[in-house]
């Protein structure tokens, strides 16, 4: 009958060079299995031959074909920010944006990446001591998880990244909302590496076009814990090497899979699956990976 076709719900991803995402299998699954229709589009500004001066059009042409909202990656969680009309205040704490929201006229940005992955800390490593941290990263992604981990009661989080000045800023806004010296900005990575109980890896090292470690793992101790956000490869050379020297792990997937799941109830309203979603995370056919792709493995699905 004329006019009774189903609507579909119209999302996507905003980054770079995202030809291998997973998200679109994701969402476009769980909708599935829901009952309803939605198209996950990727909106890669490496094919398009666009830069970050293109942000605030392509907001714009999602707007106007209707998009229910759009995810960003890997390099725009930051520079999207001023495009956006509101924050919610998990985006403001981290000071990046992965899920941004349609709705009303405005633009509303969200990040649904802290809360994903301190869901997947506890899940996987619900006994993980987590008194002081060490956490090599400090981009939108580290921002996320060191929230994460200062909300979970860490008492001294280590902050190193090659770019020194992203690793003081993110360090000095960390300290402005949890207290001085909560988070302190380190270069001897091996020194801190000594006294922490635990490591987190929000670089891209280890991902499948950058697959060496972050670090020496022969340093690891077997009382430490390890967790890494990149999910492309699962087994990281920074994993394998730590779960060798007796260190308990924790990949990416599960980082990624609860922070679509948040996306996916902002975008559509409805509750997801989050074991349903993470199995089909696992089951995504390897046939789906384009030859020669630089897959988005790290930060987003």
């Known amino acids: 009958m004329a006019g009774t076709a189903e609507k579909i719900i119209l999302t996507g991803l905003i980054g770079r060079d995202i030809a291998a995402s997973r998200s679109p299998w994701l969402h476009e699954r769980e909708a599935e299995a829901q009952g309803f229709r939605l198209r996950y589009d990727l909106l890669d500004f490496a094919l398009l031959g666009k830069d970050e001066s293109f942000l605030p059009v392509q907001l714009q042409l999602a ?3 209707g998009y229910a909202g759009i995810n ?3 390099p725009y969680k930051q520079s999207i920010i001023p495009h956006l009309h509101v924050l919610a205040p998990g985006a403001t704490r981290v000071g990046a944006v992965n899920t941004v929201q349609f709705a009303g006229g405005r633009r509303i940005g969200y990040n649904t990446d802290a809360t994903g992955f301190s869901e997947s800390l506890r899940a996987g490593l619900p006994n993980a001591p987590l008194r002081n941290v060490l956490q090599l990263g400090a981009g939108g992604a580290g921002a996320a998880t060191a929230m994460a981990l200062l909300e979970m009661g860490t008492t001294v989080l280590f902050v190193n990244d090659l770019e020194t000045y992203r690793a003081n800023e993110l360090v000095q806004r960390l300290c402005a ?3 001085p010296n909560r988070a302190v900005r380190v ?3 091996a020194g801190v590496l000594k006294q922490v109980d635990g490591l987190v890896n929000a670089t891209p090292l280890g991902m499948a076009s950058h697959p060496e470690s972050p670090i020496d793992t022969a340093l690891l101790q077997p009382r430490q814990w390890v967790a890494d956000i990149v999910y492309f490869p699962l087994e990281t050379t920074l994993l394998r090497e730590a779960r060798k020297r007796g260190c308990a792990t924790l990949d990416g997937s599960g ?6 799941a948040a996306a996916f109830e902002i975008f559509t309203g409805r509750a997801p699956d989050v074991a349903r979603m993470l199995q089909s995370f696992l089951n995504f056919p390897p046939s789906m990976t384009p030859t020669g792709s630089h897959p988005s493995g790290w930060q987003q699905a």
């Open 72 to 74: 960003v990656t890997y």
């Open 255 to 260: 980082m990624v899979v609860r922070q679509a």
């Open 177 to 179: 909302e949890f207290g």
């Open 187 to 189: 270069d001897d990575t």
């Open 63 to 65: 707007e106007k074909m």
